[in-house]
């Protein structure tokens, strides 16, 4: 913890959620790339999710009842866990409906032909988890992740007796899951985001070049999330967002 905690040190940028959910969709230059500028701002490219059409369908969607966070940490776990879910649900509808509108193959002005090929979120899905993962990194203990999402929809009574993993082998039974998204829950933003760099360790060892590891951070008493992003250069981090605001 202290090493992870010495490497990413001042290396830290906060954003905007708005900014952070451009940072993670799906996007395209607005223009050829010059291969001289290798990082471009987040403002050279379309992003899908500040289409009119994603952002007013999104808008039009139910949003999830508070949480209502508080209390001792693990009580939280079951109702972060629906949160999350419910947001994902709203998630999957808005873009099943846009591959059939306005990024169907057959709209001829569509910015993001590849939609129809890509899986989005659609098949994650969150569940208590808090034991030890199936593997390790190193020397280190086996980790505990509060929440897991993953690319599966077993019954959550079946859930409980599964292993998740970091990086799955061949040898994995079907009962195995490979955990896509870990969240902590924590009432300490330091402490929850130095536990939360253990998990993108874990999944950097899994998978050496992966450009990136989102954890998810949820403040249970000030009722907060932050979308981590770790990095070779560090962490880019969402401002804490409110579990409360409807918008």
């Not at 940490?73 to 099943?96: D, M, P, R, W």
């Not at 001829?108 to 808090?130: A, K």
């Not at 993993?165 to 955990?179: A, F, G, K």
Request: net charge negative; charged share 25%; glycine share 4%.
């Amino acid at each position: 913890m202290n090493t992870l905690h010495y490497e990413i040190g001042s290396h830290t940028w906060e954003f905007s959620g708005d900014d952070i959910a451009k940072m993670l969709s799906t996007k395209r230059r607005k223009e050829t790339p010059d291969l001289a500028e290798r990082y471009a701002p987040i403002s050279a490219y379309d992003t899908l999710i500040e289409q009119e059409y994603i952002v007013s369908a999104l808008a039009a969607m139910k949003p999830p009842a508070d949480p209502q966070l508080g209390g001792s940490e693990s009580k939280n776990y079951g109702a972060t866990a629906k949160f999350l879910n419910h947001c994902i649900q709203n998630v999957v509808q808005v873009y099943e409906n846009a591959r059939r509108g306005p990024c169907s193959k057959k709209n001829e002005n569509n910015l993001f032909p590849d939609l129809q090929n890509t899986p989005f979120s659609s098949s994650l899905q969150f569940y208590i988890y808090d034991r030890s993962t199936g593997d390790t990194v190193e020397t280190s203990a086996p980790l505990e992740p509060h929440v897991v999402g993953i690319h599966a929809h077993p019954d959550p009574t079946d859930f409980k007796a599964m292993k998740c993993y970091w990086s799955l082998r061949p040898e994995s039974s079907n009962t195995d899951h490979q955990i896509a998204i870990a969240v902590e829950v924590k009432d300490d933003w330091r402490e929850m985001i130095e536990q939360s760099a253990t998990y993108a360790r874990a999944q950097w060892r899994g998978a050496a070049h992966r450009a990136f590891s989102l954890v998810i951070g949820v403040h249970h008493k000030e009722n907060k999330l932050r979308f981590l992003i770790f990095h070779s250069g560090g962490l880019t981090a969402s401002q804490p967002l409110s579990l409360k605001d409807e918008t």
